[in-house]
């Protein structure tokens, strides 16, 4: 169980490692910052990016009153709490951020609602990729054990 939550946390700060650099040239500033600095910053924002990914898939787990409902039958309604909490967390995020000065879009940043669109995507994006990977190896294991 705990190789899978290390499995699990280790592929989301992946996939979010990975957006993060790809996006980091539409934030102020960060075309500018030295390679390292930047990397660390995208590394630190991957790992808030998980914190965000758990509390949804948690608060997806409470609704469902199931830890392993992305491998059962109903996943459907647990799956859209988990990107609308995701979603609604990530929003407030990135407005607290915006207002504060915490950081900033370049102009070529797409908005929506004065959101950055890349952020929206993201969240969208990659909490669909790791709920189709998890619930592909869910469906898997299921196979194998025996009933």
Same mark, same amino acid.
């Not at 950081?103 to 995507?121: K, S």
């Not at 969208?124 to 990977?133: G, T």
């Given at each position: 169980?705990? @190789? /899978? !939550?290390? %499995?699990?946390?280790?592929?989301?700060?992946?996939?979010?490692?990975?957006?993060?650099?790809?996006?980091?040239?539409?934030?102020?500033?960060?075309?500018?910052?030295?390679?390292?600095?930047?990397? !660390?910053?995208?590394? /630190?924002?991957? #790992?808030?990016? !998980?914190?965000?990914?758990?509390?949804?898939?948690?608060?997806?787990? !409470?609704?469902?009153? %199931?830890?392993?409902?992305?491998?059962?039958?109903?996943?459907?309604?647990?799956?859209?709490?988990? #990107?609308?909490?995701?979603?609604?967390?990530?929003?407030? #995020?990135?407005?607290?951020?915006?207002?504060?000065? /915490?950081?900033?879009?370049?102009?070529?940043?797409?908005?929506?609602?004065?959101?950055?669109?890349?952020?929206?995507?993201?969240?969208?994006?990659?909490?669909?990729?790791?709920?189709?990977?998890? @619930?592909?190896?869910?469906?898997?294991?299921?196979? /194998?054990?025996?009933?």
């Amino acid at each position: 169980m705990l @190789r /899978r !939550l290390f %499995d699990f946390g280790g592929f989301v700060v992946v996939l979010n490692f990975g957006w993060e650099m790809a996006q980091g040239g539409a934030f102020v500033g960060m075309s500018a910052m030295p390679f390292w600095a930047a990397t !660390l910053r995208c590394f /630190r924002a991957a #790992l808030g990016d !998980l914190a965000i990914t758990s509390v949804a898939f948690g608060v997806a787990a !409470l609704l469902a009153r %199931d830890s392993r409902w992305v491998g059962s039958r109903r996943p459907l309604i647990p799956f859209f709490v988990y #990107l609308a909490v995701g979603l609604a967390v990530t929003v407030a #995020l990135e407005k607290y951020a915006v207002a504060t000065g /915490r950081w900033g879009y370049e102009p070529r940043m797409p908005l929506v609602m004065g959101v950055g669109l890349l952020p929206i995507a993201q969240w969208i994006l990659i909490p669909a990729i790791v709920f189709a990977v998890v @619930r592909n190896a869910s469906m898997r294991d299921h196979a /194998r054990s025996p009933s």
